[in-house]
């Protein structure tokens, strides 16, 4: 299945280098990433006891998450790895200064470059949108096999009902309903994907822009967790779904 999942490595290789800039340059975007930072830190203090935690990054693209993760701990071994060398190459920049820096790798998340159970933690942001439904469940059972018994398994989705409403008002800009809708899977497909018990922690909410512009950040972190709660995750944009490895 080499061809389905490295499919977006050119375009990466391509745009990298403007990645950061044109995804998280909006201001609302650092309240966003900054939920989504400190939500998986919490999700990974309220898991385990201890930092001392390897830990895997897939897709980690130009390292964001992994720069703030090597600042939250001295303790925790962090590996980033990504298909794109210009990701590869900018994740390497941004922890240059950093204390605790990632080991980074170049591969294809269908087949990680680690051994079976080494990882106490895989982890995944903005990435596994990109693949059919067949192929994440594939990367899913990937992730399983790196990550030891007991371990976790955490991975950020797009949610569908938002989207779906999307699709309807026209934001699909010409793609097929299939195509489309298949980027943000639904409750019963993300169970399809995901085997046994999962968290659901939601991280944005549709028109954060508008929200965050009005009232704050603030306000925005705490309508993200209420509206997330109220609905079981459903009225969100993204969410982390978080799942034991057993
Ligand atoms: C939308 S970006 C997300 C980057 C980062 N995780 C974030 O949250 O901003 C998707 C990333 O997935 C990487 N990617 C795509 N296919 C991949 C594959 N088969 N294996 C590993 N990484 C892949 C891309 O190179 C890119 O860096």
């Keep these: 299945m080499a061809a389905p999942t490295t499919g977006r490595r050119g375009y990466y290789n391509a745009t990298g280098d403007d990645y950061a800039a044109s995804r998280y340059a909006e201001r609302h975007m650092d309240g966003y990433r900054a939920f989504r930072n400190n939500t998986l830190l919490s999700i990974l203090n309220s898991h385990f006891s201890t930092q001392k935690l390897r830990i ?60 079976e159970g080494l990882f106490d933690v895989v982890y995944a942001t903005r990435f596994i949108h990109q693949f059919t439904h067949a192929v994440k469940q594939q990367l899913w059972q990937e992730f399983q096999r790196a990550t030891r018994r007991d371990g976790l398994i955490v991975v ?14 026209g934001g699909a800009k010409g793609r097929s309903r299939e195509d ?40 925005v972190r705490r309508l993200t967790q209420l509206v997330g709660r109220v609905s079981g995750g459903l009225l969100v944009d993204e969410y982390f779904v978080v799942s034991r490895n057993r």
């Design 56 to 115: 895997l990054e897939v897709g980690c693209g130009p390292g964001l998450t992994l720069e703030f993760l090597g600042q939250a701990s001295p303790h925790y071994r962090l590996v980033g790895m990504d298909v794109s060398d210009t990701m590869v190459r900018q994740a390497g920049q941004r922890a240059s200064d950093l204390r605790n820096q990632p080991k980074l790798a170049l591969g294809d998340a269908d087949r990680l470059p680690f051994r």
């Design 156 to 169: 950020e989705f797009y949610a569908r009902p938002y989207h779906r409403l999307r699709y309807h008002l």
């Design 180 to 219: 489309y809708l298949a980027h943000f899977p639904s409750r019963r497909e993300v169970r399809e994907i995901v085997p046994g018990p999962l968290e659901v922690h939601p991280l944005r909410l549709p028109g954060s822009r508008v929200v965050s512009a009005a009232l704050g950040d603030g306000l």
